[in-house]
Structure formats: C-alpha cells, structure tokens
T-cell receptor, first 117, second 112 residues
C-alpha cells in the first residue's frame, strides 16, 4: 500500500518568500505530525493533528509557521517570510492510533528539503 | 531540557559482529513509549523496534533487541550479526503524551 508522501521533495526559495509543503498521510491514519530536521540533528517536533484540529502546536518556532489539515487527511505546512535558518528537511509522519496512546508508531514520509537562499 | 540523550555520535562495527547503541531518556511520567528508527542516507525514517514503559520483557525484532533498564532510564539498541546494509543513522525516540522526542542520533558504520 501507499506510504506517506510529501511534495515537493526539494524546494529552493529566496529569503522573505512564502512556501507551502504538502503531506499526504497513509489512508485512514487519524494522527499526523510535522517535524523539522536540521543537518546533523534528530527530528524536532513541530505540530500534531488529530483529525482536522491541531492537538498540539507547541513545537512551531514562531508565528511565521502555520499548518492546516482541513479535511483530516492531507496537511499543508506553511512558512511565511522565510529565513535562512528555516533551511532543513521537513518530515511528515502519520499514525493509526492518535495522541495519548504510547504505542503510536509513526510512519514517516521521505521529507521535503527546504533551502532558503 | 534534553529528553533523549545519545552519547555516541559515531560507531564502527565489524561485519557479523554485534553492536550496542546507547540511549538514555528523561521523564517523570509512568506511561511512555521508546522507539528506535534507522535513517539511511536516502533520508527516510525506518521504524525498527518499540518498547512500552509497562512492558516487562525486552523487545526483540529479528536482529534488533532493545535492552530496557527502567530504573536507569536507558533503552539501548542491540544489533546482532551486523550487515553492511546496517550502516546508517540511528535515532532513539520517546513518545510522551502527544509528542515524540528524538535524540541527536548515532552514525553506525559497518566495516567489511
């Protein structure tokens, strides 16, 4: 079956521009997560959706970052006024068992590599 | 505060030998999950093994086993009979409430 897909795979933009990164989770997975992975680091949690609502957005670094999941499946991570420090790989993951259960194995997408010049 | 600590930035192991990758975690919660993921150079995150905080037995998945020592808050990954394809970054992670916390990773190189 299809796994988590992310588009684009690579995105190069200029400082100050707006970007959108898309995540298509595994069908039927109610939980969706966004992470940011900087070079040489582990993934850093950004936001978690349970269904359509953001259940936890405490990892978003500032108000330039926003994410939506209007129909409870596809999610879009939006970054306004991009800065060079936003350059990273943005990973999306989905899981079948939402939130509080400890065994919520996450299936990761291939990531979007964002480069801000 | 760092919730997951991986103190080995890089490790080398001879092919067919066993290797242990260290992971310690920090939480006062009683309910949590511990995971190991493999990230090859292609960038995908591949789930390897899971250990629940209430599980009394160490988890095993094929050549992977998780040495869970709850009192010491450690969750080391043991890979037996290393293969060349095991060369990758390995991340320890903890699920706690709604979030996943990852360590900084260990780069494993298997030497032929």
């Amino acid at each position: 079956g299809a796994g988590v897909s992310q588009t684009p795979s690579n995105k190069v933009t200029e400082k100050g521009k707006y970007v959108e990164l898309r995540c298509d989770p595994i069908s039927g997975h109610t939980a969706l997560y966004w992470y940011r992975q900087s070079l040489g680091q582990g993934p850093e949690f950004l936001i978690y959706f349970q269904g359509t609502g953001a259940a936890d957005d405490s990892g978003l670094p500032n108000d330039r970052f926003f994410a939506v999941r209007p129909e409870g499946s596809v999610s879009t991570l939006k970054i306004q006024r991009t800065e060079r420090g936003d350059s990273a790989v943005y990973l999306c993951a989905s899981s079948l068992i939402p939130g509080r259960g400890v065994y919520n194995e996450q299936f990761f997408g291939p990531g979007t590599r964002l480069t801000v010049l | 505060a760092q919730k997951i600590t991986q103190t080995q930035p890089g490790m080398f192991v001879q092919e067919k030998e066993a290797v242990t990758l260290d992971c310690t975690y920090d939480t006062s919660d009683q309910s949590y999950g511990l995971f190991w993921y493999k990230q090859p150079s292609s960038g995908e995150m591949i789930f390897l093994i899971y250990q629940g905080s209430y599980d009394e037995q160490n988890a095993t998945e094929g050549r992977y086993s998780l040495n869970f020592q709850k009192a010491r808050k450690s969750a080391n990954l043991v890979i037996s009979a290393s293969q060349l394809g095991d060369s990758a970054m390995y991340f320890c992670a903890m699920s706690l409430r709604n979030q996943f916390y990852f360590g900084t990773g260990t780069s494993l190189t298997v030497i032929p």
